[in-house]
């Protein structure tokens, strides 16, 4: 098959390599050998550097504009992390699982277990497991130790109880390792309903997962006694982490009754999130949990040195190749002893602070479906608009022409037309106020004149997609754009 480059051009060359002086011993297998030349592209350096410049200009990202991305927590990462995570680049994942290895991973292995560390400190929980991948690995992780746990014990449970309020996630995960999913649907004031799960309550039930502050962003008033519902059922608590930038400092999850959890580190301590990863989603557990807890396990020795605990009958084994997500966990490290405790305190206050802000200037131009102090992020409804033949993805879309990443949209799915928007602690008064000005416009603009939001985008190299399709069948030649 002939390859074309679209850019290329015959006799242009950016580089020319210097002869081999690695001796060559035989000649390759004649299978092994090409039968014709490699059909590389042909291009100036030049060309090269203004191809890459060009499509990294096309990209979107928190360094170059305001991505008030809801329940997603897309905040600024400050480059000191960066290059801390450069120190460990020549550290091989393979080091500490070879013979004697350990001794030469010794850095690493104790930044790992004195982040784990910090982390149950921050949560509440006894221990903590560094090696699931993101929020949703670490969801399966804690479930899989939820199953362990009562395997062990000798009970039959069958049942995982979830809002309907909650991350799409959660009852995937708990799907995925057997459970049958019970839906508890949201009370007028927003959260879980209170009667609602007292009924579905039973022995059968082997864990409540919960979000808290929920997708809603509202935290529930209701936990403790929801957890002591739970427990008197012999039923665990799961706490999604997704939404933990909201109380940092303020509440520890396993304080106030849950036995696991999943931090989202991508999330709530300073790593880039979004273009697909990288992630990472510890997960922390209660004394009873540990023993079923994924190998290896770093352990430090009587010598004050870090060893890994290889063997357990009762753990539900390895979850992930090596220690997870090493480059992540570096930067959450740095981020959380950078900052400190006042300093994650700080975090949260201003989160809250910018969400409330922003909910207190939109509300009078958007419907506001639970008209209550939010956390991290509040929820508004595009209902109104809708009336003038507006939704809320023309809204998202409009908000591209404008120069923001669109909040998210149609989520959570309880709200109709919904628009979330999370502005994270790291965002200025000003950005939040040029934000809100163009929000104010578009619903301005939803009133007067519906059709050019119809229209929206109108300045990016592409307009309206079929999104469905553009998902399905990626054509990222350069012609096309």
């Not at 864990?207 to 008197?232: Q, R, W, Y």
């Not at 696991?260 to 989603?281: A, D, E, M, Q, Y």
Request: with cysteine; hydrophobic share 40%.
């Amino acid at each position: 098959m002939e390859l074309i480059y679209e850019k290329s051009m015959a006799g242009r060359r950016g580089v020319r390599l210097p002869a081999s002086d690695v001796p060559q011993a035989r000649a390759l297998p004649p299978n092994l050998q090409r039968s014709e030349p490699a059909q590389l592209p042909e291009l100036s350096e030049l060309d090269v550097v203004r191809h890459f410049t060009n499509l990294s200009r096309r990209n979107f990202s928190v360094d170059t504009n305001f991505y008030p991305l809801g329940s997603c927590t897309m905040k600024y990462n400050a480059k000191v992390l960066e290059n801390a995570a450069g120190l460990f680049a020549h550290a091989h994942p393979m080091i500490p699982l070879l013979p004697g290895g350990e001794k030469l991973a010794q850095g690493g292995l104790a930044m790992l277990h004195d982040l784990a560390g910090l982390l149950a400190e921050i949560t509440g929980m006894d221990e903590v497991t560094t090696q699931p991948l993101a929020g949703a690995h670490g969801e399966m992780t804690g479930i899989m130790l939820v199953a362990a746990y009562y395997k062990a014990k000798g009970n039959r449970k069958k049942y995982v109880i979830v809002p309907d309020s909650s991350h799409g996630t959660n009852p995937a995960s708990a799907a995925m390792v057997g459970y049958e999913i019970v839906t508890i649907p949201t009370a007028p004031y927003g959260d879980m309903d209170l009667e609602a799960f007292k009924q579905a309550m039973n022995g059968e039930v082997a864990a409540v997962m919960m979000t808290c502050p929920n997708t809603l962003g509202l935290f529930n008033p209701h936990i403790k006694e929801i957890c002591d519902i739970a427990h008197s059922h012999d039923a665990l608590m799961y706490y999604d982490g997704a939404n933990l930038n909201a109380i940092l400092g303020k509440v520890r999850p396993g304080d106030v009754g849950f036995d696991v959890i999943h931090v989202n580190l991508h999330k709530t301590f300073g790593t880039p999130h979004g273009g697909g990863g990288p992630g990472s989603g510890p997960v922390g557990v209660k004394k009873a949990l540990i023993p079923f807890l994924p190998l290896p396990r770093i352990s430090k020795d009587s010598a004050g040195g870090f060893a890994l605990l290889q063997e357990n009958p009762q753990s539900i084994g390895r979850v992930a190749n090596f220690f997870g997500n090493f480059g992540v966990m570096v930067k959450a490290y740095a981020y959380i002893i950078m900052l400190g405790r006042e300093g994650l305190i700080k975090v949260s206050e201003q989160a809250v602070l910018n969400a409330n802000y922003v909910m207190a200037q939109l509300k009078d131009y958007y419907d506001l479906p639970y008209d209550q102090s939010c956390m991290h992020e509040c929820v508004f409804s595009a209902s109104r608009q809708l009336k003038q033949g507006v939704h809320a993805i023309d809204i998202a879309k409009y908000l591209i022409d404008q120069g923001y990443h669109p909040p998210t949209v149609y989520f959570p799915l309880i709200v109709k037309e919904a628009i979330m928007i999370e502005p994270t602690e790291t965002e200025s008064k000003e950005t939040l106020d040029a934000f809100i000005a163009v929000m104010r416009e578009a619903a301005e603009l939803a009133e007067k004149d519906p059709a050019a939001l119809l229209q929206a985008p109108v300045t990016m190299p592409v307009t309206r997609l079929d999104e469905t399709k553009a998902a399905r069948e990626q054509n990222v030649c350069y012609a096309r754009w």
